[in-house]
């Protein structure tokens, strides 16, 4: 059973910066591509940004410019660096990882964004 384990969200001020880990029980090679999703209140799950297995990385529009996602092979661990947080980024940041149509879910971590 494929696990992946976040940590390091918080709570930031707008304008602040915070950096999510994803430490996933498999290798990443493993899979076609591994990224976060984040769901807000009352909101359905949005897919945030993404990192395939040839290390091409993909973003939504609303956090292109802002946040950037990497990963560490050795460490089977993908990151999530977000700066120039928004009040709209507040959610739980979920990591995922993809193989074919099939995904594996993290367990999330909140990110709140408030002054």
């Known amino acids: 059973q494929v696990q992946l384990v976040e940590s390091g969200g918080g709570l930031v001020r707008p304008g602040g910066s915070l950096g999510l880990s994803c430490a996933v029980s498999e290798n990443i090679f493993s899979f076609n591509a591994v990224g976060w999703y984040r769901q807000a209140p009352g909101n359905e799950r949005e897919w945030v940004a993404d990192i395939n297995v040839g290390g091409g990385t993909n973003y939504a529009e609303s956090v292109k410019g802002r946040f950037t996602i990497s990963r560490d092979n050795a460490k089977n661990t993908v990151y999530l660096q977000m700066n120039s947080l928004k009040s709209e980024d507040t959610g739980v940041y979920y990591c995922?990882?993809?193989?074919?149509?099939?995904?594996?879910w993290g367990q999330g971590t909140q990110v709140t964004v408030s002054s």
């Open positions: 995922y990882s993809r193989f074919l149509r099939r995904k594996y």
